[in-house]
């Protein structure tokens, strides 16, 4: 009797006959190749490899008809009858696996949920540094495999050479590394290499550390004990980890009401059941500074940021993975963790853009891990002063969320006074545009004075922003995108802060017909820290942005003298608005809160109001009292009069009511598509045709609020020379997009001729 197999994909001769007798039962691997598509494909284990191979490892296999060698992750290994057209694993490439089934688990639902293909997701997951075991060095053993009597007893002639190996390893009790035998025998490679090849001599390669980098710091205990407000704030959460189940719980604190304090205390009763932790904090410049803060807290503590070497990151996976290291701080990586026994996740600053990835699969590393705590049934802690819209409705509304606030400062330390200032007045008043206010001057001299030091924000790099003919109306802007240029007066050049083309800055009309003197406007950093030097020059003024901090050193340098009190002004970007946490700061300056920035984004005001509020909560951190000075031209929107009270929970009332008129999350989930083409006429008519099958694929199914809106030229229509069109799908809610997202797969409606396609679920940014 035959059977029928499959015809090979890579022989065209037909339907191929298999002797059932043929069939065996054999090791089959599951592997979800790095390549578009989401698909997994079948392969055989090799003999070689069938001991060795894990889920996790990632190996080469041949795909399609020329059987092409790519790379992929085994998701499944078992043993089952083969179907002869499968062809076997090619090799292998990494030397053990840190993705768990459980990770594995957690990369089928981000691979879902943010429609990228499997293989791509779970090499997103594990650093590339762990996967390829740096740290770890490759150290070759040899032993005997004869036995030595035999071999000298064999009556063959033995070299001096032979022998002086052979007895070396005769007399040891276990294999030699061969860089020292070779070097006691005085014996050259080619030697041993010879009677390996005899088969006397095996030589064994393993796997050893290079060197362990301690971690450990001492132990540091603050004097104070945790006040009442703090206390209440733990016992909800002890409740939820003794509980033992998933739950997210929203801790809502005031910038300085001392979250971190209650995420350390809930992680230890963790790690004293037994369990791991992971602590998750935004990639800002500060993180290694605040993380060694955190990491003095705990024994037994992993910690993993941007900044560490490949063979740290390697080294410091392996100890979580064998359990040996019990808590893991860190930044977004560190919620892929291989922690066998994980029992807490803590996110802190949960709104924080930085832990969206922006590279497919664009996780939001705060949603990652809600969907880590799920899975593995544990409870998850998101903290923040200004929660994400979404996470404060949930909190409200849903059943698995608890929501916990805590609305006074530690000690009773009043929140910094802040007064808005409406920049209109100051130019009618003053009749001409100024950088600084006239109380935006008198605060900032009076803190001065005082000897107290102030932080003032200004949210855009460089000197001008804006560079235009008065007589034409020419506006300079980059060749390639669709943004102003910057000015950035040092180097008498001016920049495109997206694609980085840097031109010099001209000062006549391009414009043949006119060749009017250019005019510069517009603030910058550099324009703000001229200023000041002008009106205070014996001041110390340092500037921190991206122009100037190109190394972390450097911020730390600052952040060290600005604590040391050797400079008493910080001017800088919204770097200067997160983290810090000094106590002769009196005073802060918005230089220019606007909304307009971000029109556009239905996010812009959430994020107005967590930049004023984070910068804000710079000031009176200690017994110095704050003062806070906004400068805007639109001082009625409702955003800057809820900061004005620190009334977060209006403001989210009343941007709720609005998202609930407009259809926006929490109510709707958004996935962004953006089309990007050199020529403007493809971009758009790819975007217009994708749109209308994206119409019908939506009326075809019976998924119930689901629409596209758009298409629209991007905010940033041009970028690096291409023109951008994006397309926004709406859904009822998460389930709901995933099918969306399914059936146009699906039906190819998302294949397109533009030269770039980009699927965002859940965008944080609409640029
Ligand atoms: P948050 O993260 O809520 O802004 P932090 O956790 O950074 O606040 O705490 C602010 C400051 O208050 C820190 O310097 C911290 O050491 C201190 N602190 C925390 N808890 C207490 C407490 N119970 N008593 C006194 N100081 C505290
Ligand atoms: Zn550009």
Redesign the pocket.
């Known amino acids: 009797m035959y059977v029928m197999g499959r015809s090979r994909g890579h022989d065209t001769t037909g339907h191929l006959w298999v002797e059932e007798g043929d069939q065996q039962e054999r090791m089959i691997a599951e592997v979800a190749p790095v390549v578009p598509g989401g698909r997994t494909y079948s392969f055989t284990v090799p003999e070689a490899l069938e001991g060795s191979l894990t889920v996790g490892q990632r190996v080469m296999v041949p795909l399609g008809r020329r059987g092409r060698l790519v790379e992929g992750f085994v998701v499944g290994l078992d043993r089952r009858v083969w179907d002869s057209t499968l062809r076997p694993v090619d090799s292998v490439v990494d030397p053990v696996s840190f993705l768990t089934p459980d990770l594995i688990e957690l990369g089928r639902e981000i691979a879902r949920h943010y429609a990228c293909p499997l293989g791509r997701t779970l090499k997103a997951i594990t650093p590339e540094a762990v996967r390829r075991q740096r740290g770890l060095k490759t150290v070759r053993y040899a032993r005997l495999i004869q036995a030595a009597d035999r071999i000298l007893a064999s009556g063959k002639r033995i070299s001096e050479k032979r022998r002086a190996i052979v007895e070396r390893l005769a007399g040891a009790t276990e294999a030699l590394r061969v860089d020292r035998l070779l070097a006691e025998a005085q014996v050259s490679p080619a030697v041993l290499r010879a009677m390996v090849r005899e088969g006397w001599v095996e030589v064994i390669t393993r796997k050893e550390v290079i060197a362990e980098e301690p971690f450990d710091q001492p132990l540091t205990e603050?004097a104070?004990?945790?006040?009442e407000e703090?206390r209440r704030a733990l016992k909800t959460i002890n409740a939820e980890i003794d509980a033992n189940r998933f739950s997210v719980t929203l801790l809502f604190?005031?910038?300085?009401?001392?979250?971190?304090?209650v995420y350390i205390h809930a992680i230890r009763r963790v790690v004293a059941s037994g369990k791991q932790a992971i602590l998750l904090v935004p990639e800002i410049v500060l993180t290694t500074q605040l993380v060694g803060r955190l990491a003095a807290r705990f024994s037994d503590v992993a910690v993993s940021h941007s900044g560490l070497t490949d063979v740290q990151r390697s080294l410091i996976w392996r100890q979580v993975a064998t359990g040996d290291k019990k808590v893991i701080i860190g930044t977004r990586s560190a919620v892929f963790a291989p922690c066998p026994n994980l029992g807490l996740i803590c996110v802190?600053e949960e709104q924080e853009t930085s832990y969206k990835n922006l590279q497919a699969p664009r996780f939001n590393v705060r949603d990652v891990a809600i969907m880590r705590a799920q899975q593995a049934g544990i409870p998850v802690v998101l903290?923040s002063?200004t929660p994400l819209i979404e996470t404060w409705y949930h909190s409200e509304q849903r059943s698995d969320y608890r929501r916990i606030m805590?609305l006074r400062r530690?000690?009773d330390l009043p929140m910094p006074k802040v007064y808005i200032v409406d920049m209109r007045d100051e130019f009618i008043e003053q009749k001409r545009v100024v950088v600084l206010s006239r109380l935006m001057k008198k605060l900032l001299a009076e803190t001065l004075h005082r000897g107290e030091q102030a932080v003032l924000l200004m949210n855009r790099r460089g000197f001008a922003n804006r560079i235009y003919c008065p007589a034409c109306k020419t506006r300079i802007t980059c060749p390639n995108c669709s943004v102003n240029l910057v000015v950035h007066s040092t180097r008498g050049e001016s920049i495109c802060h997206y694609c980085r083309s840097r031109i010099e800055t001209p000062t006549v009309c391009p414009n043949v017909t006119c060749r009017e003197k250019l005019i510069q406007t517009g603030t910058g950093t550099q324009r703000v820290e001229d200023v000041l030097a002008k009106l205070f020059p014996e001041v110390r003024i340092e500037r921190v942005d991206s122009d100037t901090m190109r190394h972390r050193e450097q911020y730390r340098r600052i952040v060290d003298d600005f604590e040391a009190r050797k400079i008493d002004v910080l001017v800088g970007t919204q770097m200067i608005a997160k983290g810090l946490?000094f106590p002769f700061v009196s005073f802060v300056g918005v230089i220019h809160a606007d909304t307009s920035a971000l029109a556009g984004d239905f996010r812009a005001q959430e994020r107005l109001f967590q930049l004023i509020t984070q910068v804000a909560?710079r000031a009176g951190?200690a017994d110095v009292p704050g003062q806070v000075v906004v400068q805007t031209t639109t001082p009625a929107f409702p955003v800057l009069r809820y900061a004005l009270k620190h009334d977060y929970q209006s403001f989210a009332a009343e941007e709720l009511q609005m998202r609930r008129r407009v259809g926006l999350p929490p109510f709707r989930r958004l996935a962004r598509i953006v089309l990007a083409h050199p020529r403007e006429e493809t971009a758009r008519r790819e975007a217009v045709s994708m749109a209308q099958r994206i119409c019908e694929v939506i009326e075809s199914t019976s998924l119930r609020y689901a629409d596209v809106l758009g298409p629209t030229p991007c905010m940033l229509s041009r970028l690096r020379g291409r023109y951008r069109y994006d397309l926004l799908l709406r859904t009822a809610n998460a389930s709901s997009m995933r099918q969306l997202i399914g059936h146009l797969e699906q039906s190819k409606a998302l294949n397109t001729k533009a030269d770039s396609i980009i699927i965002d679920v859940d965008p944080v940014s609409l640029t």
């Open positions: 603050p104070f004990q945790l006040n703090q604190g005031v910038s300085g009401s001392g979250k971190t304090e802190d903290g002063a805590i530690v000690r946490d909560g951190r």
